[in-house]
């Protein structure tokens, strides 16, 4: 079974937007810290951005001031809004459920099949 469904890659020029969604199957969704992840080809997979159960965020420097981390409690949604994608962003994003902000992932959860965000220069 998945607890999360990542949805909203796609390809887009540098310069373009993308929303991506991480849709959450269990209903403890609103008392989980959740990070976005990303893992370029050849690449190790790296945080992106992370929010608290009360929306606290925290930024990789990379995307800082460009994404912008949210989640829906109501709908057991999270999103990341990427606003002026750059080359350097293709990567596949993933979302996971974090032990707390600025922590590890929760590793008895695998991590799911991801959604492919491919920027065009």
């Known amino acids: 079974q998945v607890e999360f469904v990542e949805s909203g890659g796609g390809l887009v020029p540098a310069g373009g937007s993308l929303t991506l969604s991480c849709a959450a199957t269990t209903n403890n969704f609103s008392t989980y810290t959740m990070g976005w992840y990303r893992q370029a080809p050849g690449k190790q997979r790296h945080i992106v951005a992370e929010?608290?159960?009360?929306?606290?965020?925290n930024y990789a420097t990379a995307v800082k001031g460009r994404f912008t981390i949210s989640r829906d409690n109501n709908k057991n949604v999270m999103y990341l809004q990427m606003n002026d994608l750059k080359p350097e962003d293709t990567a596949t994003y993933y979302c996971?459920?974090?032990?707390?902000?600025?922590?590890?992932?929760?590793?008895?959860?695998?991590w799911g099949q991801g959604t492919q965000v491919t920027v065009s220069s």
């Open positions: 929010i608290s159960n009360n929306g606290q965020t």
């Open positions: 996971k459920r974090k032990l707390a902000l600025y922590a590890d992932h929760v590793k008895f959860n695998s």
